[in-house]
């Protein structure tokens, strides 16, 4: 039999955040984290150079159904489960209150790493793309603390400023990736236009494994739709549209920006220009089809998508800080909300010290921003994303079967339990793949990988503990949350 669980919030009112985001805001704040111009210029390439060619499109199109079904019962369950604890809630819920806290600091592992891989490669493109231009050559890591600084007090603020920021550089960001992708069908591409790279032989053609973890990674940061639960203006309706639209939106303009990017090179001849130069691939594409000057739009856009990848980023995890404050599983600070802002205030203070103490670690360290930085955290993130959306869909079947809720087989069960399967071959894909990935072979691989089952033991070690030593917060590790 189930125990009852009771959601009645406890928390007061100045630790409990609120806002009226629609699905608009929240879509904009999770596409922007996705960075749509970032994935067609940075992963793109390199999916078609050592994943699958001309095939990687469709590595796109099969990520996005495998989220679909995964948000079918994320959606299902944030109505049942009226928390902004997102992930770890969910899991805690379904899976028990030790493997909520694991996921919870798995939840911590993902987003850290991420950011600290963006704003790598951030510092990087800023430094070199002002040096082009005559400024002088300083070290990647100076522009990337002035990033975080810049972050940290967008954050700081009301969550709608963050919003409208990220709103504005979105809409730039995906007109101009529109406007390049436009101009190539227009003109035909250089081999006419077809729909080979959308067909099993072609996908099948290279390394199709590479190709589907690259894709994947793109989608980073859909998820983080639930954590708004609290500041959405109608959460039962506005959480479920705004993660569909979310998978939605990213699944049609990656898959369309990337056929057009094929296209504008042919099938046969764009594995030798990703060849030849993966980095300049989408500046060379923008030269060719929209003039030099809107090949130098895009350059500023990409650095515009690459920061508000790192605002929505910190958003989220500051969320996540926070109503981990709120239950005691990270100090009670945490989770107190700014009286004029409405923002978790003091959690962003705490993330944005922390991204700059690794990060200047990182530097002393003398770690390359792009292929140690970049790629080893990167690495991290997605292989933990995705080992934190399974468990999640595992907990979805697991929650409802326990409370066991009449005819709502698709929801709770069908479609969870078919994501549950795709991410799991996805996970697997990735492990096998991961030396690839990062380089250096195994041993690297495997200190890197061994990240995420360390932060989820972590989470269970200490919600077992808390069980034990303080039963009164135990029992609110996931009812209180609210």
Request: include cysteine; aromatic fraction near 10%.
């Amino acid at each position: 039999m189930a125990t009852e669980v009771s959601l009645a919030p406890v928390s007061t009112d100045n630790r409990k955040l609120s806002g009226s985001l629609g699905v608009g805001g929240i879509v904009f704040m999770v596409v922007a984290a996705a960075a749509p111009l970032t994935v067609i210029g940075g992963a793109a390439p390199l999916g078609i150079l050592i994943g699958d060619g001309a095939g990687y499109p469709l590595n796109f199109v099969i990520s996005a159904v495998i989220l679909l079904l995964f948000s079918v019962g994320l959606a299902a369950m944030s109505r049942a489960v009226p928390k902004p604890g997102a992930f770890f809630t969910y899991i805690g819920y379904g899976l028990g209150r030790p493997m909520g806290v694991g996921g919870a600091w798995l939840a911590l592992l993902t987003y850290t790493t991420v950011q600290l891989a963006v704003y790598g490669y951030l510092g990087f493109s800023i430094n070199l793309t002002l040096t082009t231009l005559g400024a002088p050559d300083l070290p990647w890591w100076l522009y990337s603390l002035a990033m975080i600084a810049v972050v940290g007090i967008l954050g700081y603020r009301d969550v709608h400023l963050s919003a409208k920021v990220l709103g504005v550089f979105l809409i730039a960001e995906v007109g101009v990736t529109l406007a390049l992708s436009g101009s190539i069908m227009f003109r035909g591409g250089a081999e006419g236009l077809s729909l080979v790279p959308f067909t099993i032989p072609a996908w099948s053609s290279g390394s199709p494994g590479i190709g589907l973890m690259m894709a994947f990674a793109g989608f980073i940061g859909f998820e983080s739709t639930a954590i708004f639960r609290d500041e959405a203006k109608d959460p039962d309706k506005t959480i479920p549209r705004a993660t569909y639209a979310a998978v939605i939106v990213i699944g049609l303009l990656y898959s369309f920006a990337s056929w057009a990017l094929v296209m504008a090179w042919g099938p046969s001849k764009v594995l030798d220009v990703a060849a030849a130069d993966p980095g300049g691939m989408l500046m060379a594409t923008a030269n060719a089809y929209l003039g030099v000057v809107g090949a130098t739009v895009m350059q500023g856009l990409l650095l515009t998508s690459l920061f508000a990848c790192v605002l929505s980023f910190h958003n989220v995890l500051t969320r996540y800080q926070h109503a981990m404050g709120n239950v005691g599983l990270l100090p009670a600070k945490l989770g107190v909300v700014h009286g004029s802002h409405g923002s978790p205030a003091f959690s962003s203070l705490v993330q944005t010290a922390t991204a700059a103490a690794i990060l200047v670690i990182l530097a002393v360290l003398g770690l390359d921003p792009v292929m140690q930085v970049f790629t080893w955290f990167s690495g991290i993130t997605t292989i933990a994303i995705v080992v934190l959306m399974a468990l999640t869909s595992v907990a979805v079947v697991a929650h409802f079967a326990k409370i066991n809720i009449p005819g709502t087989a698709w929801s709770t069960r069908i479609a969870p339990g078919i994501s549950t399967l795709g991410l799991i071959a996805v996970a697997g894909v990735i492990v096998a793949y991961f030396p690839d990935l990062v380089g250096g072979g195994w041993g690297l691989a495997g200190s890197l990988l061994a990240t995420v089952p360390l932060f989820i033991g972590i989470g269970v070690v200490q919600g077992l503990r808390l069980r034990k030593s303080k039963p009164e917060v135990y029992a609110n590790v996931i009812d209180s949350i609210s």
